[in-house]
């Protein structure tokens, strides 16, 4: 089995390993997996039961996080650039694996999907200027690029009552990106998924491919949200601070999935789009109202305790 490294104790944690951690902050109560991501804590370990999260490859190799101080990209490459009738230039240093053809760049003013063909001048996979397939026309801003790597796998199996709690960075993020997944071993397609649409987001649940929107801040607005999403035998509803409940009447598929933080392994260059996320919680239990609330805003609350403002 590969290992990977995460800051614990522990040095060395072999992907699915469930070794204890030390809190490094107050965990939610109920929660059998509580997680904090970037540098400060321990990356990649659940603080309650130090399982590990695992940021997959689409073949199924380990990818390879971009860790920041108080969160974690699933991304294979952060850079700054510029876009000129199809040709990026790239200024400064390359976060992460070095650019390359056939990698997927997203970020402001990109057509989704775009793809790096070559590189026409600079360093090699670092500054420089870039052919990509698309005719786009941007401004400078910061851009991630993907090859085979945006999403982690989470270390609980599905269950048919559940709650789960994620704050992620929403400017960050293109149309059509995966917040949450439903899989089960070599799906290459979400039985249930919570993705980013053209003006919010919207949720879809197989089989029958049954959809419903979701009331919630547009993809533009604020730094950062935090989604709490609880779950029954029936329906699935979520809610984002004290706007109202989106509910779907659409029953998840089965229980005894994994469910995956971004894209677990969607091959379709639509989708290989990075995500940036802060905290995800996992409550074996289905959560009233209220308590979705108390949820959102004990998120919020740590979240500012790391210097994120949340939505």
Not at 43 to 56: A, I, K, M, T
Not at 174 to 188: E, H, R, V, W
């Amino acid at each position: 089995m590969p290992t990977i490294s995460a800051s614990s104790p522990y040095g060395k944690v072999a992907l699915g390993d469930r070794k204890p951690a030390i809190p490094r902050f107050t965990v939610e109560a109920a929660a059998d997996c509580h997680a904090q991501f970037g540098s400060d804590v321990f990356s990649l370990l659940d603080q309650v039961g130090g399982g590990c999260f695992e940021p997959l490859a689409v073949d199924g190799s380990p990818g390879t996080p971009i860790f920041r101080p108080n969160s974690l990209v699933t991304a294979d490459s952060i850079f700054t650039s510029s876009v000129s009738s199809g040709v990026m230039t790239v200024t400064g240093s390359v976060t992460g694996r070095a650019l390359g053809s056939g990698m997927v760049v997203s970020g402001s003013g990109l057509t989704r999907g775009a793809t790096i063909q070559s590189q026409l001048t600079g360093t090699p996979g670092g500054a420089g200027t870039y052919q990509l397939s698309t005719n786009d026309t941007a401004s400078a801003s910061e851009r991630w690029a993907t090859s085979t790597y945006s999403g982690l796998m989470c270390p609980w199996t599905d269950q048919a009552n559940q709650t789960t709690v994620v704050v992620f960075a929403n400017p960050n993020i293109q149309m059509n990106a995966y917040i949450l997944g439903d899989y089960i071993t070599g799906d290459t397609a979400a039985g249930w998924y919570l993705r980013t649409a053209t003006n919010g987001f919207t949720q879809r649940c197989a089989p029958g491919d049954q959809s419903a929107s979701i009331t919630l801040p547009s993809r533009g607005n604020g730094s950062w949200l935090c989604l709490v999403i609880t779950e029954d035998a029936a329906s699935v509803r979520v809610k984002s601070g004290n706007l109202a409940t989106s509910a779907s009447p659409v029953a998840r598929v089965s229980s005894g999935r994994r469910r995956s933080i971004g894209n677990r392994a969607l091959t379709d260059l639509t989708y290989q789009t990075g995500l940036e996320v802060a905290e995800v919680v996992h409550i074996p239990a289905t959560v009233d109202e209220a308590e979705m609330v108390n949820l959102y805003n004990r998120a919020k609350a740590r979240a500012a305790l790391r210097g994120i403002a949340v939505l």
